[in-house]
Structures are given as C-alpha cells and as structure tokens.
C-alpha cells in the first residue's frame, strides 16, 4: 500500500533553497512529487511517497503513520526527515475518519493536541504553516490561494458524498 502524505506551506514563505532540500531529498532517498501548478505559483509543498525513510521490517519505508503499529521512533524519525527535506517548522495533522468535517490551524496551536481533533481537511492562513494529510486509497488534494490561504483535504468516498 502507498502512502502519499501532501503538505503545503503559505504563499511566498521558503525555508529553505531548492539546492538545499535537493541535498536532503538524495540523503534521505526521500521521493517528492510536486504540482507544477502551486509551485510556479510559489507555494511550497509535497506529495511524499513511502520512499526513503528508517522504519524496518513490515514498515519499511518513509512511514508516517502515527496509528499503524511502527515503532514511535521510527515514525518521528521520519517526520524529522520530512521536515528536514522540505523546510517547514510545523506542520498540522488531523486524525482522519472519512467525514465532512474541516478545521483550521492558526498556527499558534500545539499540533500534538491539534491532531487528536477528528476531521478529514484542515486550512490555514497563517504564513509559514504547514497543513497536511494522509492517503492510501483515498484523494488527497491540495488548494492554495494566492496572497491567501492553504488547504490540505483527505477526500475519501464518504467525505465527497459529505461535500468535504
């Protein structure tokens, strides 16, 4: 199963340089898809695969599922790594059940606790901060707003017929 784990960051916030993140892609075997689209627009962001990464045995691979079974460590690892290659300082996660429930992140909240929240898309109008989600089976899509805000959406067939 893959999974594909897509983060944005706010219009015009670049962390780090192109050459940089292409260093910390090869050190960490790390496959980062892009849309030509965001990026020409200027907006950061992602779609990882399970590519790369330190988790071993049934796991092995960039895992960043926090839910699965994988050792803790790894799975923090791999999110080190992930920050690392793409240069954000925070990003913002939800605990995803396939519904038509949205948040947003302000960017001032611990994303430890702003994870337990329940829904399947997050936005953000906070400069610099990053929203993702997971998907195997299911769509992720990214939505950027010029001078505006990012969205990260997991759209399953239950939250599509839920109009997330």
Request: aromatic letters at 6%; hydrophobic letters at 40%.
């Amino acid at each position: 199963m893959n999974t594909f784990h897509p983060w944005c960051l706010r219009n015009g916030h670049r962390a780090r340089g192109l050459a940089q993140r292409e260093a910390a892609n090869t050190l960490s075997d790390m496959l980062l898809l892009q849309s030509p689209l965001l990026r020409d627009a200027g907006f950061d962001h992602g779609f990882t695969t399970r590519t790369g990464g330190v988790s071993e045995g049934p796991f092995a691979s960039l895992n960043l599922g926090r839910a699965l079974g994988d050792r803790s460590e790894a799975v923090a690892e791999n999110h080190a790594l992930l920050k690392a290659a793409l240069g954000f300082e925070t990003l913002y996660e939800l605990s995803q059940v396939h519904s038509d429930l949205v948040f947003e992140a302000e960017g001032d909240e611990d994303p430890v606790v702003f994870r337990q929240q329940e829904g399947d898309a997050l936005v953000s109008r906070r400069r610099g901060a990053a929203v993702g989600v997971r998907t195997a089976d299911c769509v992720p899509i990214l939505l950027a707003q010029s001078g505006g805000g990012v969205a990260a959406v997991h759209a399953g067939w239950r939250g599509v017929e839920s109009n997330i």
